[in-house]
Nanobody, 126 residues
Framework: QVQLVESGGGSVQAGGSLRLSCDAS?????????MGWFRQAPGKEREGVAAVYTSGGRTYYTDAVKGRFTVSRDNAKKLVYLQINALKPEDTAMYYC??????????????????WGQGTQVTVSS
């Protein structure tokens, strides 16, 4: 049963922007959960890039994306967003929404997240 559904990916040129969405309306443990965004490029490990704690809104960003990525949430709709600006070719990856019933903490570790979406592809051309 899929509880997290990503959308908003696509093919863009470097310098462009995208807003990814994660529909968590089917995720019953949404409140008081950390909603994270991860990405996985071909041949590379999955890495966490941003997260938001649904109750309170505290955010976390990995250093590589600070200043370009913005994570937010709409609790009324159970939607989580990832705004990506100034896209670079190295941002090309499958982007995943994930959740864990805990605070986000200082690091986003794949193994800590229990629920995952199917992913949405982001491709950036130079």
């Amino acid at each position: 049963q899929v509880q997290l559904v990503e959308s908003g990916g696509g093919s863009v040129q470097a310098g462009g922007s995208l807003r990814l969405s994660c529909d968590a309306s089917g995720y019953t443990a949404y409140f008081s959960s950390c909603m994270g965004w991860f990405r996985q490029a071909p041949g590379k490990e999955r890495e966490g890039v941003a997260a938001v704690y649904t109750s309170g809104g505290r955010t976390y960003y990995t250093d590589a994306v600070k200043g370009r990525f913005t994570v937010s949430r709409d609790n009324a709709k159970k939607l989580v967003y990832l705004q990506i600006n100034a896209l670079k070719p190295e941002d090309t990856a499958m982007y995943y929404c994930a959740a864990k019933q805990a605070y986000c903490g200082d690091m986003l570790l794949v193994d800590d997240f229990t629920d995952w979406g199917q992913g949405t592809q982001v491709t950036v051309s130079s």
